[in-house]
Each structure stands twice: as C-alpha cells, then as structure tokens.
C-alpha cells in the first residue's frame, strides 16, 4: 500500500544539525571534564578557518539548489524534484558535508582533540541513520534516475 503524499519522504525525525550540534557539545563538555588537545601548529586555526568558509560556500550553495528546485530541506518531508546540479553534481550530500567540515573545522580551531573525536560517531549515525534512509526514499521516489544519479556522484566528495 502506498503512503498518502505527506507521509512519503524519508522518516528521518532526528536532524542531522541536531546531531552534530550534539557531537560539537559533547566534545566541549569531555574537554572541559577531561583536557585533550590536538598537537599545536600555527596552521591549525587557519585550516579550521578555510574548513569552516568551504562548510559555508557548501551550504549557501545547496540551499540554493533546494530553494532553486522548491524542495523542503527537512528530510522528514517529500521532495519535489531530483536534485543533481550545484553542489549535488559533486557530492549526493552537501549539507551533511558542510556540517562535517563545520565540525572539524571548530575542532581544528579550538585545538580539541575530543570535538575531532566526536565527529566520527556523528558521521556514522549521519551515514547509517539519515542516508541510508534518505537513498532508500530517493530509490522508491525517482527510481532508474536516482540510481544513475549514484553511479555518477560519491555518496560525500
């Protein structure tokens, strides 16, 4: 039987900001409990600078194509239309992306070790939570093109 329209999307009620947002929060509170930092370099603050801008040039990018294609950003709410050109035509995940390198990009900044750590968790409940059931929506909703649309584009960069 088929969902109604409002229920066909990828039942994903966990946002991926919120996941992110809870990895870079649990890695101030263990460094704040537990000091470890990063190995110090004068280049660390300005890598975590340019991770951060490139986060951002992402993002801005990507809303735009969701904005462009009248697309809701949300994942718990249907798409309109297959989204393949900006920075989708690079990477099936630019927002995820760009939360990424906003992650490690304050990691690098503030020289904590524990923010980098919490990265790996957050990008592992990103891929096996939020993708997997956003590719399994997209393969019921567009079908052959969306599975051309994986064989030419990585899944992140």
């Not at 735009?64 to 297959?82: D, G």
């Amino acid at each position: 039987m088929d969902k109604p329209a409002d229920e066909d999307h990828a039942n994903v009620h966990f946002p991926p900001p919120l996941i992110h947002g809870i990895g870079v929060l649990s890695g101030v509170a263990l460094a704040a409990l537990f000091p470890l930092t990063l190995p110090t370099s004068v280049w660390m603050p300005w890598l975590g600078g340019c991770l951060i801008a490139a986060s951002l040039f992402i993002a801005g990018s990507a809303f735009r194509e969701f904005s462009r294609h009248r697309n809701p950003v949300p994942p718990n709410q249907p798409i309109n239309r297959l989204m393949t050109g900006g920075p989708f035509y690079f990477t099936r995940n630019p927002l995820y992306l760009a939360l990424a390198l906003l992650h490690a990009g304050l990691g690098l900044i503030s020289s904590s070790a524990w923010l980098m750590l919490t990265l790996v968790p957050a990008l592992l409940i990103v891929r096996y939570y939020v993708i997997a059931r956003e590719e399994a929506y997209l393969t019921r909703r567009f079908g052959p093109a969306y599975h051309d649309y994986q064989t030419r584009v990585r899944r992140w960069f």
